[in-house]
């Protein structure tokens, strides 16, 4: 990702499109559009998904800092847990491995590429629900399988067993621990540990859409008094339009 992120017209515009998004995902790759502005659709589908959330949280970082407060409900309990999470401890990007992952197991041979962008969209609308998400998404990713040492077709990969399964997501969570990031937050009411998953991309969208809002109301607020125009309040730094806005408090 570039070392400057995009100014606040960008990501107004990023914003004003995303509320348009029916899905999640639509926000994730105007998110990502913006993290990566000099990338174009194309290349940014076939991105692995765990650079794809490194973007992200390094696009968070340079907007809103290491800081995040996160809220987990605890499993066993329900009582309400907040925490601050150091975002700079997970930013942490990802190496790809120079070629297919392997895995032997149960007489299975299966070589498979970590999955993109494109593959994870393509399963979730294919999909009938999540275990056939990721029958699907196995499916897309393989490059070559074999099971007793006869080649398997792409369409009868879903006899392969669980245990197989299982190995081959923890060979991709190895090779690409980036693209989920689960979080284990300790109850102070009860101390029963409650996994949580960071989803950087809604989290991110939650921040955008409060900063979009409130600068929105600046812009306002400045071209009511000074009859600027919103290019022209854009253009000025925050500190800037946060001292405009205190003269108009003032006046």
Known sequence: MNATPVGPADLLAAWEAGQAARHGSERAQLLHRAARPDSGGDALLSVPVGEREADLLA????????????????SA???AMEFDL?????????????GP???EADGWVVEFRLPTVADLEAAARSALDAADARRLLVARCTVSAERDGEPVPADRLADLPETVRRRLAEAAE?????AEVTLSVACPECGEATPAELDIASYLWTELDAWARDLLL?????????????????????LRRRYYLELCADA
């Open 59 to 74: 696009l968070r970082r340079a907007l809103f800092g290491d800081r995040m407060q996160v809220l987990v409900e605890c």
């Open 77 to 79: 309990c329900g009582e």
């Open 86 to 98: 150091d975002a700079g401890g997970l930013a942490q990007r990802p190496g790809q491995p120079a």
């Open 101 to 103: 992952l392997r895995v």
């Open 174 to 178: 190895r090779a690409d621990p980036a």
């Open 218 to 238: 600046d812009v306002h607020l400045l071209a009511s008094a000074y009859g600027w125009s919103e290019p022209e309040i854009l253009a000025l730094s925050p």
